[in-house]
C-alpha cells in the first residue's frame, strides 16, 4: 500500500499571509503513459465533508478560488494557499488514486496566528 | 442538485454486523463510480472501497483493514449504494461518508455514525 505523509501535522498563519501545506508519497504517483500524478488535495471544516480542491496534483476543482494552487510530481507534492483567508481555517489531506487502496495523508491542521 | 444521504449507522456490539445505505438522486446513478470513506472520532480520513459502475465491470476495491469483512454493492434500479459490514472491530467507529467516485464531480453525503461498542 502506498503511504502518504503529510507536513506538517499542525499550521498557524496570519490573514493574508501564504500557507504551505506539504505530501510525500511512499512511491511515485506519475503514470508514466499520461504524465499526470494521481494526486488530490481536500478541505474539511468542522462538522461538513471533505471537499475536493485539487486534482491531478495541480487542477482547481470546480468553483475552488485561485488563492489555492497545487505543485510538485513524483513523490513530492504541495499545497499553497497564497494569501489565508478566515474561511481557510480547516484540515487537510492529500490522497493518491494511483493505486488501490487510495490513501490520506494524515492531515494538516491550519489555524489563524 | 446532486444528493447523496447516507443511513443504517448505529451501536452495534463487536462481532455484529451493520449495513449502511446512501441513497443518490440528481445524477445518472448507474454510471456512477461510488465510494465509502470513513472517519474515526477526531481522527483523520480513511479510504474503505468503491465500486465500478457495471458498465465498467462493477467491481470493488477495499481498503486492507476492511477487505474480507466489508462488502460494497450497488442497486442501480433504486439509486442506492451499500455497504455491508460483518466481524465489526472497535476500531470500525467512525462516521461513514459515502461519495462519487469522480474527479470533476466529486460529491460527499453528511455522514452516517457508526459506533462498535459492548
Known amino acids: 500500500d502506498i503511504v502518504m505523509t503529510q507536513s506538517p501535522d499542525s499550521l498557524a498563519v496570519s490573514l493574508g499571509e501564504r500557507a504551505t501545506i506539504n505530501c510525500k508519497s511512499s512511491?511515485?504517483?506519475?503514470?508514466?503513459?499520461?504524465?499526470?500524478?494521481?494526486l488530490a488535495w481536500y478541505q474539511q471544516k468542522p462538522g461538513q465533508p471533505p471537499k475536493l480542491l485539487i486534482y491531478?496534483?495541480?487542477t482547481r476543482g470546480s468553483g475552488v478560488p485561485d488563492r489555492f494552487s497545487g505543485s510538485g510530481s513524483g513523490t513530492d507534492f504541495t499545497l499553497t494557499i497564497s494569501s489565508l483567508q478566515a474561511e481557510d481555517v480547516a484540515v487537510y489531506y492529500c490522497?493518491?488514486?494511483?493505486?488501490?487502496?487510495?490513501?490520506f495523508g494524515q492531515g494538516t491542521k491550519l489555524e489563524l496566528k | 442538485e446532486v444528493q447523496l444521504v447516507e443511513s443504517g449507522g448505529d451501536l452495534v456490539k463487536p462481532g455484529g454486523s451493520l449495513r449502511l445505505s446512501c441513497e443518490v438522486s440528481?445524477?445518472?446513478?448507474?454510471?456512477?463510480?461510488m465510494g465509502w470513506v470513513r472517519q474515526a472520532p477526531g481522527k483523520g480520513l480513511e479510504w474503505v472501497g468503491r465500486?465500478?459502475?457495471?458498465?465498467?465491470?462493477?467491481?470493488?476495491d477495499y481498503g486492507t483493514p476492511v477487505k474480507g469483512r466489508f462488502t460494497i454493492t450497488r442497486d442501480d434500479s433504486r439509486d442506492t449504494l451499500y455497504l455491508q459490514m460483518n466481524s465489526l472491530k472497535t476500531e470500525d467507529t467512525a462516521v461513514y461518508y459515502c461519495?462519487?467516485?469522480?474527479?470533476?464531480?466529486?460529491?460527499w453525503g453528511q455522514g452516517t455514525l457508526v459506533t462498535v461498542s459492548s
Open positions: 465500486i465500478k459502475s457495471k458498465t465498467d465491470g462493477g467491481t470493488t
Open positions: 461519495n462519487t467516485d469522480s474527479l470533476v464531480r466529486n460529491i
Open positions: 490522497q493518491q488514486y494511483y493505486s488501490t487502496p487510495f490513501s
Open positions: 491531478w496534483a495541480s
Open positions: 512511491q511515485s504517483v506519475l503514470y508514466s503513459s499520461s504524465n499526470e500524478n494521481y
Open positions: 440528481g445524477l445518472t446513478f448507474s454510471n456512477a463510480w
